[in-house]
């Protein structure tokens, strides 16, 4: 191991005055690609690390927390996910979760950044050997345009963006929530990645004004990923019919196969969020 | 504020590679005690922070999902609590939420560091102030000595002690735990302060095959804590009689004041662990 110390971490937490440091054995790939700096680094505690524009996207260690649930929530609670969509998720871990649903028909990954599926591909084959499945269909564009004209098509559209910075701005409107909505069926479900309850509450809290306007069924969950801003991170389940809980297929969730985070009692789990969050959303009763 | 950028962080964990760095405006204080140095920083993310031997004890913003779960999780489940010890938690955050129980006839607290509740009285009132409860009685005294010679006496024992090293090393022993069976009355929960799921679990998996053999309701619960390593902290949930779901006291949990983070159905999502762990853990099933 090298006795040069390189530490790394989110610049944009750093700014708030927080920010997980790791340390770095070795910077394995460095390149600017059209859309943003990609970064691969291979780290002691956490194996290779994938940073864009100077922030965390994933760590082999702690990935699976988050792509199971961002996953297996929506798609255990739809009744028969046959199309869906990828917003984002240029790694492939998102959709190595969703091909592991037998009833899925087909799946189309649009991701804006054409290098971090190439990066991914090299740097993080057991995320990204998931876009050599046949019913896997790439598309380079922007999220927010790729929907713009797309109505009545998909079961299920998973926002696996990065940030509200960079690339992934356009996906965090009022209008792209609106194209969601349209591009899903009847009967859809909406998962977008959105920022952790703890510190980025009045940014969720904005964004559910609208998706409370826009969605039916609208509700937070979380998953813990220790390399993310606070250790966990949300995301808003938007759905037209079907109820995040009285709606979950246990018997398909049960026969999942090679699950590190997911099983059904902490999909259930992942919707009991702390009592200061209460204002923010519509909460779930379990109990009483 | 300070042009003078002041961080700092976990040293234990930045040994590990791995450590979440806090921006000070200034140091409030900082003095050697006989068993540690106590330091209050005053931070622009998340207040006045107390750290003890360079390690964060705890931090304005999210100290009550610690202190409410480690409380009321046991207090709420018991049917009748009314003696109650607290080893460690000298800032009084654990106390302050204990003596929210009107059922509570007497709180004893042992602090083996008299200095950290000084200091907490002065800098952390709204959580030190609870010393000042008629109910509660302080020793200052090592938690396993205190231990050792009282046998049936407390319905409820909680180990809000910090991590295993330094003053705190003997908290985390076989014979420790079979002190605190000991010191129970026939039908007492013990709940110990256990660290991280995702970061210490070789830990955890050596503490809980003694915590299995010495009690019939041996589980393990968490809460979010996004200034402890990994963003979560769990606790042991050590049990002689009652079980940590079916005998939750809803009525007494519903009518608690002044929580940030507890409710009864966080209560029974905190014991839904991620699929990872189910190999250390006995696992609870809510539904299927």
């Known amino acids: 191991m090298s006795k040069l110390e390189l530490w790394f971490g989110d610049q944009y937490e750093k700014e708030k005055g927080r920010y997980l440091q790791i340390k770095g054995d070795n910077v394995l790939k460095k390149v600017i690609s059209s859309f943003q700096e990609i970064c691969v680094v291979e780290t002691p505690a ?5 940073i864009n524009d100077g922030i965390i996207m994933l760590t082999e260690a702690d990935e699976a927390g ?18 869906i969509l990828v917003i984002g998720g240029g790694d492939g871990g998102t959709v190595r979760e969703i091909i592991k649903h037998s009833s899925v028909n087909r799946v189309d990954v649009c991701e804006i950044d054409k290098m971090v599926i190439e990066i991914c591909r090299e740097y993080f084959p057991k995320l990204a050997n998931s876009f050599n499945h046949k019913k896997v269909h790439t598309f380079f564009e922007d999220g927010a345009k790729f929907l713009e004209n797309r109505i009545n098509q998909y079961d299920i559209i998973i926002v696996d963006s990065s940030d509200p910075i960079g690339p992934g701005t356009t996906l965090f409107t009022e209008q792209f929530y609106h194209f969601l909505f ?26 559910f004004r609208f998706i409370k306007k826009i969605f039916p069924i609208p509700y937070y969950y979380y ?5 993310y801003p606070s250790g966990m991170i949300g995301f808003s389940f938007c759905s037209k019919k079907y109820h995040p809980l ?24 992942a919707f009991m969020l702390p009592a200061f969050s209460k204002d923010i959303f519509k909460s779930i009763k379990q109990g009483n």
Chains 1, 2 share one sequence.
Not at 46 to 50: A, D, Q, T
Not at 198 to 203: E, G, I, K, L, R
Request: one cysteine or more.
């Open 66 to 83: 988050y792509h199971e649930m961002i996953a297996h929530v929506p798609l255990c609670v739809h009744p028969l996910p046959l199309d």
């Open 46 to 50: 956490f194996g290779k690390v994938l």
């Open 223 to 227: 998953t813990m990923v220790p390399t």
């Open 182 to 207: 349209r591009a899903l069926k009847e009967d859809g479900i909406a998962v977008t990645q959105l920022e952790s309850l703890f510190w980025h509450t009045d940014f969720i809290k904005s964004t």
């Open 246 to 269: 009285d709606h979950l297929v246990s018997e398909r969730a049960n026969q999942l196969p090679d699950l590190k985070y997911y099983h059904t009692d902490i999909h259930r789990a």
